[in-house]
């Protein structure tokens, strides 16, 4: 059975960093696509962030919507099947509840980064993430 247990959530004020982690067990995150989706209070979910499954070259490619690039980072150690997201220079507007996932799809075209929750068959608990001063 996959479980995908989160952690790392809190209140930060603008400007300030958050990381939240995602440990798996009952799936190998290095064979698998790991994707961050958001849902913000009266919105639809989105997609954020995913990570590629690693190729043996690297622990995969990681790829961010355009409102998080430069802020948002994807780390992932195997050893301990666990992946990172890391969130520095947070905007009120990064407020939500956050969820990682695994096991779907990253398809970025055009340089823009496409996730679809529904190709993704497990998910972690969700976690809050509020940003404000």
């Known amino acids: 059975q996959v479980q995908l247990v989160q952690s790392g959530g809190g209140l930060v004020q603008p400007g300030g960093s958050l990381r939240l982690s995602c440990a798996a067990s009952g799936l190998p995150l290095d064979s698998s696509v790991i994707g961050w989706f958001r849902q913000a209070p009266g919105k639809e979910r989105e997609g954020v962030s995913c990570i590629n499954s690693s190729d043996g070259f690297s622990d995969g490619f990681a790829h961010f919507i355009d409102s998080v690039k430069g802020r948002f980072t994807i780390s992932k150690r195997n050893a301990e099947n666990t992946v990172w997201l890391q969130m520095i220079r947070l905007k009120p507007e990064d407020t939500a509840v956050y969820y990682c996932?695994?096991?779907?799809?990253?398809?970025?075209?055009?340089?823009?980064?496409?996730?679809?929750?529904?190709?993704?068959?497990?998910w972690g608990q969700g976690i809050q993430v509020t940003v404000s001063s």
């Open positions: 996932a695994a096991g779907g799809i990253c398809t970025v075209v055009g340089g823009k980064l496409t996730l679809d929750a529904a190709d993704f068959g497990s």
